[in-house]
């Protein structure tokens, strides 16, 4: 665990997660020969317990290792019950979304395809409510985001203090895929550290 961070990993069964509906399985398969999580797309959803320093936070940056072999519908990887710390799928056109602080941005570039990626999500309050104040960076490359809804807050919301993997809150939208890490900061990081991060995760799961 980092300090100031909040690390989600599947270690045999130190997954620091509660099961919402079912706990998806293991898989030592898809990246690198290192363990990960499989969601089903039909009951497989996992619960956060109290993350408080997600909630009314002024400064995010969130690291997702993971892989969408199979999107038909719209999916969601990780969500709170108010759309923070977002990142989903959209169904048809198949594009990465992510969603902070009451707004939500599409990547009208990056199409899902079946390989494993570092997602990097990074929301900057002091930038608000410029469009700025969320970047979405793809295995270390920035990404160009269009705003789809919604104008980008100050703040998380208050209630944001539990985070949904592979469902949002009301379990819909399951995702179908693997995720392999999670790395949460409740803090804008230096470029220093978002470069060290990367290149960890990057090492670790042999992504390019």
Do not use: C
């Amino acid at each position: 665990m980092f300090a100031n961070s909040y690390t989600v990993k599947k270690s045999s069964r130190s997954f620091l997660f509660k099961s919402n509906k079912r706990e998806p399985t293991d898989s030592n398969s898809v990246q690198n020969s290192l363990p990960s999580l499989f969601f089903d797309g039909i009951i497989d959803g996992l619960s956060a317990t109290t993350i408080s320093p997600i909630a009314s936070a002024t400064g995010i940056t969130m690291f997702i290792v993971a892989r969408t072999p199979n999107v038909v519908n719209a999916q969601t990887i990780t969500t709170t019950a108010f759309s923070d710390l977002r990142m989903s799928i959209t169904g048809g056109l198949q594009k990465y979304q992510v969603g902070m602080a009451g707004a939500l941005y599409s990547d009208d570039i990056s199409t899902v395809d079946n390989l494993t990626h570092i997602h990097t999500i990074i929301y900057d309050s002091t930038l608000a409510p410029s469009d700025g104040a969320l970047v979405y960076r793809r295995d270390r490359t920035q990404q160009t985001l269009t705003n789809v809804s919604g104008t980008i807050g100050s703040a998380t919301n208050s209630g944001s203090n539990q985070l949904f993997v592979g469902s949002t809150s009301s379990f819909t939208q399951l995702f179908d895929g693997y995720i392999s890490e999670i790395i949460i900061y409740n803090s804008v990081v230096s470029n220093q550290k978002l470069t060290q991060t990367e290149k960890y995760l990057s090492d670790k799961w042999n992504i390019p």
